[in-house]
């Protein structure tokens, strides 16, 4: 399925980015980084915000820089998140997910596969996933795009909520849009 994506539409969800997990994570401050600006689009833009937590009590809570930007947070214990009534709740009036986080075949992979049973058209944002090997993401975003999910950047998603230049959130954004790894 091709579209563009829609602020009105979207619901960005951040799955476990937690304290204890991403000093594992391949490139972990790049994902953090990437996924703080969909964070901050989001927010200026009008897109609701969830996070997921998988035990938090063992990893920690969400990271600093992404914790105090949500508009829900969903503890859990599946992998899946999508199977979390808290998720579905959160995503109630919204069609499409937005996907970030880690680790990218374990979590990230069964909560995207799920939103998509579940009727959701979902985009995992590749520069805001990881893992802890490059073997692992590399085939988890295969298996999604071979499934039906889409495959962007941070920086693709934040230009179609954008839509254009004019929009006052624009220049807000521009600096962290030009933070590169």
């Known amino acids: 399925m091709t579209f563009l994506h829609d602020r009105t539409a979207d619901a960005l969800v951040l799955v476990d980015l937690q304290a204890r ?3 594992a994570i391949m490139r972990g401050k790049a ?3 990437r996924a ?3 964070v901050r689009a989001a927010k200026a833009l009008g897109v609701p915000v969830v996070l997921t937590e998988q035990t938090p009590g063992k990893l920690g809570a969400t990271v600093p820089p992404l914790a105090d930007a949500t508009d829900r947070v969903v503890v859990k214990t599946r992998f899946d998140a999508s199977r979390e009534p808290a998720l ?3 995503l109630e009036e919204r069609t499409r997910a937005v996907v970030a986080g880690a680790e990218a075949h374990v979590c990230v992979l069964q909560t995207c ?3 998509l049973a579940r009727g959701h058209a979902v985009t995992v944002v590749a520069d805001a996933v990881g893992s802890r090997r490059a073997e692992d993401k590399a085939a988890a975003l295969a298996r999604l795009a071979a499934a039906g999910v889409t495959v962007a950047t941070s920086e ?3 230009f179609e909520w954008l839509e254009t230049a004019d929009d006052q959130a624009f220049r807000e954004l521009l ?3 030009r933070d590169t790894d």
């Open 175 to 177: 600096p962290m849009i």
């Open 36 to 38: 703080r600006l969909l």
């Open 21 to 23: 997990l991403l000093p």
């Open 156 to 158: 693709m998603i934040v």
């Open 113 to 115: 596969l799920g939103l």
């Open 31 to 33: 994902v953090v980084r």
């Open 88 to 90: 579905a709740d959160a």
